[in-house]
């Protein structure tokens, strides 16, 4: 027999809302630190919901979001699905084209943006009109001075649009496969891929990963995410922490690690999250300051690998990482590197080895790990092949992409791309990618659009982007290019990289271009970056070149 409702997030809200009624949503923003408790976010996401009603937003329709992380982002994650629309949270810091092509494949009736990004916006927006054609309304995250004199129409301010309505909202009783979320991948070539979930996909990810395998997030947590929101949802922690009835702490636009730090210590955060690069900034700034970090108890660090000295560095701090792996397709989160009781007792070594791996599914999900001949591999920590996953929140296509849905999913796994090996005690590790994409700061960057865009130059025969590894990035790319017949070899590095800039956003430009006589082949003829990424896999040869001022996984 069924349950008497469907698997939606609307009860997290209304249980915290009466159990945890006082407990505070707190954020900082352009004005200065904001607080209130769940009783007043939980009035505000009913004003949201009567505001889309009366903006004609019905349900199955699709509200952007190019937001940062703070609290009125917070009200469109429960106010929107709430309505049964779809939450639709776009990366402002992709290239205008992705965002153009974003908006125009989802849709999007309505678009609430931050007043720092709605210049961007408005150029995207008007450099193709036509792909913004679906927006009725643009809606800026602020009081009414915050608006900006940008070119977009309509604009409104959000406290206006929603101040007017009703505190009263009769949330509707929705089906489990409501679509409640939406998100891009730009993890491979191509266009980027719209990744749905469902209202009962969200819930399943928030009801296992607040659990001690998973994120371990309780009532008496203060929880900050700096994992952008557009980012899967803060790897679903708004929606997590507001199932456990815990204390939020939003960062807001660009915080630097000064304004993380002041954060942790004045709203006495015990959880944070984010990819590697930001916890670098962090540790270099509690190096040179004076830092109470003694609330802090958990660090989820993902996106990337969290190296093992990073590991050992919040050790020593008293703080523990979780290391956590996932994809934009699995809600996000698969696993968390957790040790295991019995293994508590073992050498330091032993354990952080462990503990740098990418970890333990999280319960619920399954997986196989698959090599070249389509063979499952034994688990023995040695052999690799592509890790294929299903389970409640893994998604089982693209939206409106056959061709992809194809290539990423069969039987309903989804083919993660990743190369792992499977120890004797279940611990996953990724040794590789097949996926021919570069991860810098915990955001993607095309090496296929960034190689196209080298060939496009006259002076240049052939172009292969690798990325190599970077310390504080993790990935940086690299331009091989083989320079034409009447090439000006002094100037031609120079040039394709300022033309990359021109077109691309600052951080995709690489680091290097080093001249090579030819790209080197497969058998079949393509580009066999494997070679040039033995050859330069080396830190040595970018030397910290990357963009200072875009901290991506920062932002
Ligand atoms: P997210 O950045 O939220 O994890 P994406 O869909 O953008 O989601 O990226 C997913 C990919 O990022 C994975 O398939 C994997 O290649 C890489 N990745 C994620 N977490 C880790 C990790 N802990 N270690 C190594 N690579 C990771």
Same mark, same amino acid.
């Given at each position: 027999m069924p349950g008497s409702t469907d698997q939606t997030l609307r009860p997290f809200c209304?249980?915290?809302?009466?159990?945890?009624?006082?407990?505070?949503?707190?954020?900082?923003?352009?004005?200065g630190i904001e607080r209130y408790d769940y009783a007043t976010y939980d009035n505000r996401t009913a004003q949201l919901a009567n505001?889309?009603?009366?903006?004609?937003?019905?349900?199955?329709?699709?509200?952007?979001?190019?937001?940062?992380?703070?609290?009125?982002?917070?009200?469109?994650?429960?106010?929107?699905?709430?309505?049964?629309?779809?939450?639709?949270?776009?990366?402002?810091?992709?290239?205008?084209?992705?965002? !153009?092509?974003?908006?125009?494949? =989802? &849709? $999007?009736?309505?678009?609430? #943006?931050? @007043?720092?990004?709605?210049?961007?916006?408005? *150029?995207?927006?008007?450099?193709?009109?036509?792909?913004?054609?679906?927006?009725?309304?643009?809606?800026?995250?602020?009081?009414?001075?915050?608006?900006?004199?940008?070119?977009?129409?309509?604009?409104?301010?959000?406290?206006?649009?929603?101040?007017?309505?009703?505190?009263?909202?009769?949330?509707?009783?929705?089906?489990g496969e409501q679509p409640a979320g939406m998100c891009y991948t730009s993890g491979t070539t191509g266009k980027p891929k719209g990744v749905e979930?469902?209202?009962?996909?969200?819930?399943?990810?928030?009801?296992?990963?607040?659990?001690? !395998?998973?994120?371990?997030?309780? =009532? &008496? $947590?203060?929880?900050?995410? #700096?994992? @952008?929101?557009?980012?899967?949802?803060?790897? *679903?922690?708004?929606?997590?922490?507001?199932?456990a009835g815990a204390k939020h702490v939003y960062p807001g636009p660009s915080p630097d690690p000064a304004d993380l730090a002041d954060l942790i210590e004045e709203e006495e955060v015990t959880l944070t999250a984010g990819v590697p690069t930001v916890w670098i900034g962090l540790l270099e700034h509690i190096e040179e300051e004076e830092v109470d970090l003694s609330s802090l108890e958990r660090i989820v660090i993902g996106g990337s690998a969290a190296p093992e000295s990073m590991i050992r560095r919040f050790d020593d701090l008293g703080v523990e990482v979780m290391h956590a792996w996932g994809m934009t397709e699995m809600s996000p989160i698969g696993s968390v590197s957790h040790l295991k009781p019995e293994m508590e007792d073992w050498d330091a070594e032993r354990?952080?080895?462990?503990?740098?791996?990418?970890?333990?599914m999280v319960p619920g999900l399954e997986f196989n790990v698959i090599d070249d001949a389509g063979e499952k591999v034994p688990w023995d920590g040695e052999e690799f092949g592509e890790l294929w996953i299903r389970g409640p929140w893994v998604t089982t296509e693209y939206y409106e992409r056959p061709e992809a849905n194809e290539e990423d999913f069969e039987d309903g796994w989804l083919k993660t791309g990743d190369i792992v090996t499977i120890d004797s005690d279940g611990y996953m590790e990724?040794?590789?990618?097949?996926?021919?994409?570069?991860?810098?700061?915990?955001?993607?960057?095309?090496?296929?659009?960034?190689?196209?865009?080298?060939?496009?130059?006259?002076?240049?025969?052939?172009?292969?982007?690798?990325?190599?590894?970077?310390?504080?990035?993790?990935?940086?790319?690299?331009?091989?290019v083989v320079p034409?017949?009447?090439?000006?070899?002094?100037?031609?590095?120079?040039?394709?990289?300022?033309?990359?800039?021109?077109?691309?956003?600052?951080?995709?430009r690489p680091d290097d271009v080093v001249y090579i006589d030819e790209v080197p082949k497969t058998a079949t003829g393509k580009f066999d970056k494997k070679v040039l990424r033995e050859e330069y896999d080396d830190e040595s040869i970018v030397e910290g070149e990357a963009p200072e001022e875009a901290a991506p996984g920062t932002d």
């Open positions: 209304w249980r915290a809302a009466r159990m945890f009624a006082d407990r505070e949503i707190v954020s900082r923003t352009h004005a505001a889309l009603e009366k903006a004609g937003i019905e349900r199955g329709d699709r509200v952007a979001t190019v937001c940062w992380n703070h609290h009125r982002h917070f009200e469109t994650y429960f106010g929107v699905p709430g309505t049964g629309a779809q939450l639709h949270t776009i990366n402002p810091l992709l290239p205008d084209e992705h965002l !153009q092509y974003i908006v125009a494949n =989802a &849709d $999007d009736r309505l678009l609430f #943006v931050d @007043p720092s990004l709605a210049e961007k916006l408005a *150029g995207a927006a008007s450099d193709d009109p036509g792909s913004f054609e679906s927006v009725e309304r643009f809606v800026v995250m602020g009081e009414a001075d915050s608006v900006p004199d940008v070119d977009l129409d309509p604009l409104t301010d959000y406290e206006s649009f929603v101040g007017e309505h009703s505190t009263d909202y009769d949330w509707p009783r929705l089906p979930y469902t209202q009962e996909m969200l819930w399943a990810h928030a009801m296992a990963t607040m659990t001690p !395998q998973g994120l371990d997030i309780d =009532a &008496d $947590d203060v929880v900050m995410p #700096v994992v @952008p929101m557009f980012h899967v949802n803060a790897w *679903g922690m708004p929606f997590t922490t507001t199932a354990r952080y080895e462990k503990r740098a791996k990418q970890g333990l990724i040794v590789d990618r097949t996926k021919d994409v570069i991860k810098s700061g915990g955001e993607w960057i095309s090496s296929v659009e960034l190689e196209n865009a080298l060939m496009a130059h006259n002076d240049v025969a052939e172009a292969t982007v690798i990325g190599v590894p970077h310390e504080r990035w993790q990935e940086r790319p690299v331009a091989f034409g017949a009447n090439a000006d070899r002094e100037n031609l590095g120079e040039e394709v990289l300022d033309m990359i800039e021109a077109e691309y956003p600052k951080w995709w």
